[in-house]
């Protein structure tokens, strides 16, 4: 089992990630480390809503020390092929907008597929431009090779899932429960064949 697991985790993701122009506006890159102040400043500034902090927990900072907490471990995961945080960000002063987390099935996520989690900006929700920024990404990830790729998704998210939904994802299990804090959410798992 490990042994496939690192098979499905193996990508060149690792070593060419993404630079996407997604339009004359907007621009899909990693995270940049020499600039880690800066991302996350930007990453608090984008994740600090309410609305992250019910659906998505794991990622929401407390403070901007927890952000830079967050930030330093996900610039980390990639050195042990664990997963890619990506930045939408606007082309022309480079600004983060919002996040795609790509967790391979070496993260532990609870999949043994690779898996995506995003999330953006509310200013810049109802514009299309998260459901755009997963197309260009999925398209990406089936260059590399990899072949599947699962979201789990609160219950109550419903505009996750109208995301996952229009892109052709398909719920392969729903009402499960997931620990956070010791709080048991419920949530369901979404999966795409790339």
């Known amino acids: 089992m490990k042994y496939e697991k690192d098979i499905k985790a193996y990508s060149e993701i690792f070593e060419k990630p993404p630079f996407i122009n997604l339009n004359e506006h907007v621009i899909i890159t990693h995270l940049v480390d ?6 996350a400043e930007w990453y608090y500034g984008v994740s600090q809503d309410s609305e992250i902090e019910r659906f998505l927990p794991d990622v929401y900072p407390e403070s901007p020390k927890d952000a830079m907490k967050k930030v330093v471990e996900i610039l980390g995961k ?10 939408i960000r606007s082309a022309e002063d480079k ?32 514009k299309g431009l998260m459901t755009n920024s997963i ?3 999925l398209e990406f990830m089936k260059k590399m090779k990899i072949s599947k790729v699962q979201a789990f998704v609160d219950l109550e ?10 892109l052709n994802f398909k719920k392969v299990l729903g009402e499960f429960g997931k620990y956070h804090k010791k709080e048991l959410k419920k949530s ?3 999966e795409l064949n790339l």
């Open 34 to 39: 020499k600039a880690i102040e800066y991302e």
């Open 188 to 190: 369901n798992l979404y």
């Open 157 to 166: 998210n419903i505009k996750s899932e109208n995301i996952l939904k229009n």
């Open 78 to 87: 990639p050195i042990f092929k664990e997963g890619l945080m990506l930045c």
């Open 135 to 137: 197309i260009a990404v």
């Open 95 to 126: 600004y983060a907008v919002g996040y795609i987390v790509l967790d391979s099935p070496l993260a532990n996520t609870g999949s043994e597929e690779w898996t995506i989690t995003y999330w953006l900006k509310r200013t810049q929700q109802g």
